[in-house]
């Protein structure tokens, strides 16, 4: 399928260190973008879908680098259905998981959480709700684990492990088995903060740098965030990459986004949701965490989208959260929302606001076109120009 935008006043790369490119159009071919910029003629008319931006904005789909998806596109925390085809209405196309915790009875042995990770991968292999890919399957580190297990699992093509909600004396324990996972090849991921489920423990900035995962799961809080002394420990004395949360502390978001951009270690910093949680679902919490930054620090708009797209792409090895040639083709049109103050997608972002989601494309197959569900209308008219697809792509409103 090849599919085009054009008519675009602004495209945002999720690269923070070259945020805009010039140019108008994406063209993307069989799932990935083939041109962007300044497009010929020729290449808009030999696509089969055209989108008109009416003047809108393009960023990389959101990725989402944590959430505590199940099986299915269901959470019992919640008790909710189709909350993964929700959040795609409000950016997110990209969604990873932070191990399948919520499953009930889920099994904590050995073998059961070497089952559970690859079940989990495998049924969403194909499964895209929504159109949203979900990286699943994220081994949960109890005790029992050997080097030969990880050996087995990243054999079957599982890439993820969570140390955190597992049985061990100490949170020190799970250092070896992050070290093997690390070895095999897996991104290792630690949850950090004040324990969030019973039988839990609080992980703090010692049993990090002890562990050296790869990403420090919500340092801000999940919900609960470690003390402030712990931050410049993080940062300054090791190179895991520092993800902040919506689910969490707000103060400790802000704080932890100046002193990464002080450092000039921006690159480590991600934002991701941590739900279903607690605090329930939320389809526009990375937007949420996008504006907060953007309106409540000295943080360029840009690089907080950066956050959530780009910087997460870097640091679990994937092929979207940028536009440019040869990627993923997950695109959003955003815009301003109607009865707002600012007129483009950018302002309304520093400004504090949401932005109108007004068009997704994820694997260069539009979503939806026009309006999403979760947002109000855009200011600027996002319309299918042209389709040879017996297809409307229309969202479906309230």
Same mark, same amino acid.
């Given at each position: 399928?090849?599919?085009?935008?054009?008519?675009?006043?602004?495209?945002?790369?999720?690269?923070?260190?070259?945020?805009?490119?010039?140019?108008?159009?994406? &063209?993307? *071919?069989? /799932? %990935?973008?083939?041109?962007?910029?300044? =497009?010929? !003629?020729?290449? #808009?008319? @030999?696509?089969?879908?055209?989108?008109?931006?009416?003047?809108?904005?393009?960023?990389?789909?959101?990725?989402?680098?944590?959430?505590?998806?199940?099986?299915?596109?269901?959470?019992?925390?919640?008790?909710?259905?189709?909350?993964?085809?929700?959040?795609?209405?409000?950016?997110?196309?990209?969604?990873?998981?932070?191990?399948? &915790?919520? *499953?009930? /009875? %889920?099994?904590?042995?050995?073998?059961? =959480?070497? !089952?559970?990770? #690859?079940? @989990?991968?495998?049924?969403?292999?194909?499964?895209?709700?929504?159109?949203?890919?979900?990286?699943?399957?994220?081994?949960?580190?109890?005790?029992?684990?050997?080097?030969?297990?990880?050996?087995?699992?990243?054999?079957?093509?599982?890439?993820?492990?969570?140390?955190?909600?597992?049985?061990?004396?100490?949170?020190?324990?799970?250092?070896?088995?992050? /070290?093997?996972?690390?070895?095999?090849?897996?991104?290792?991921?630690?949850?950090?903060?004040?324990?969030?489920?019973?039988?839990?423990?609080?992980?703090?900035?010692?049993?990090?740098?002890?562990?050296?995962?790869?990403?420090?799961?919500?340092?801000?809080?999940?919900?609960?965030?470690?003390?402030?002394?712990?931050?410049?420990?993080?940062?300054?004395?090791?190179?895991?990459?520092?993800?902040?949360?919506?689910?969490?502390?707000?103060?400790?978001?802000?704080?932890?986004?100046?002193?990464?951009?002080?450092?000039?270690?921006?690159?480590?910093?991600?934002?991701?949701?941590?739900?279903?949680?607690?605090?329930?679902?939320?389809?526009?919490?990375?937007?949420?965490?996008?504006?907060?930054?953007?309106?409540?620090?000295?943080?360029?708009?840009?690089?907080?989208?950066?956050?959530?797209?780009?910087?997460?792409?870097?640091?679990?090895?994937?092929?979207?959260?940028?536009?440019?040639?040869?990627?993923?083709?997950?695109?959003?049109?955003?815009?301003?929302?109607?009865?707002?103050?600012?007129?483009?997608?950018?302002?309304?972002?520093?400004?504090?606001?949401?932005?109108?989601?007004?068009?997704?494309?994820?694997?260069?197959?539009?979503?939806?076109?026009?309006?999403?569900?979760?947002?109000?209308?855009?200011?600027?008219?996002?319309?299918?120009?042209?389709?040879?697809?017996?297809?409307?792509?229309?969202?479906?409103?309230?």
């Amino acid at each position: 399928m090849k599919t085009a935008i054009v008519n675009l006043a602004t495209i945002v790369t999720g690269d923070w260190r070259e945020p805009l490119l010039a140019g108008d159009t994406i &063209v993307m *071919v069989d /799932g %990935r973008i083939s041109e962007i910029g300044t =497009v010929s !003629a020729a290449s #808009v008319e @030999a696509c089969d879908v055209v989108i008109d931006a009416g003047g809108a904005t393009a960023i990389p789909g959101l990725i989402d680098s944590q959430i505590h998806n199940t099986f299915g596109d269901y959470t019992p925390r919640q008790k909710t259905v189709g909350f993964l085809e929700s959040y795609v209405h409000g950016g997110t196309t990209t969604s990873i998981s932070a191990s399948e &915790v919520h *499953v009930p /009875g %889920r099994p904590k042995d050995p073998e059961g =959480v070497k !089952a559970l990770a #690859v079940a @989990a991968m495998k049924c969403f292999e194909h499964f895209r709700p929504g159109g949203m890919k979900v990286h699943a399957g994220s081994i949960i580190l109890e005790p029992g684990l050997t080097e030969a297990d990880f050996a087995e699992v990243a054999a079957k093509g599982l890439w993820l492990a969570k140390a955190g909600f597992g049985a061990v004396r100490t949170p020190y324990d799970y250092a070896p088995m992050v /070290g093997w996972a690390r070895k095999h090849g897996m991104i290792t991921t630690v949850h950090t903060g004040g324990s969030s489920i019973p039988g839990s423990s609080g992980i703090w900035a010692d049993h990090l740098l002890a562990m050296q995962p790869d990403v420090s799961f919500h340092v801000n809080g999940g919900p609960v965030a470690m003390p402030d002394a712990d931050f410049p420990r993080l940062l300054h004395e090791s190179t895991i990459a520092l993800q902040v949360c919506t689910a969490g502390n707000l103060r400790t978001t802000l704080m932890l986004g100046d002193m990464v951009r002080e450092a000039d270690q921006f690159d480590r910093f991600l934002i991701a949701t941590d739900t279903p949680t607690g605090s329930g679902i939320m389809p526009l919490g990375m937007m949420y965490t996008i504006t907060h930054l953007a309106s409540l620090t000295s943080m360029p708009v840009e690089w907080a989208i950066a956050a959530a797209t780009g910087n997460n792409a870097r640091v679990y090895r994937l092929n979207s959260g940028f536009l440019r040639a040869g990627c993923d083709a997950d695109v959003v049109v955003l815009d301003a929302c109607v009865g707002g103050t600012k007129h483009t997608a950018l302002d309304a972002l520093r400004n504090g606001d949401i932005a109108a989601v007004a068009a997704v494309v994820t694997d260069g197959v539009p979503r939806f076109v026009g309006r999403s569900r979760n947002t109000p209308a855009p200011m600027k008219t996002v319309r299918v120009a042209k389709s040879t697809v017996l297809q409307t792509y229309s969202g479906e409103a309230h």
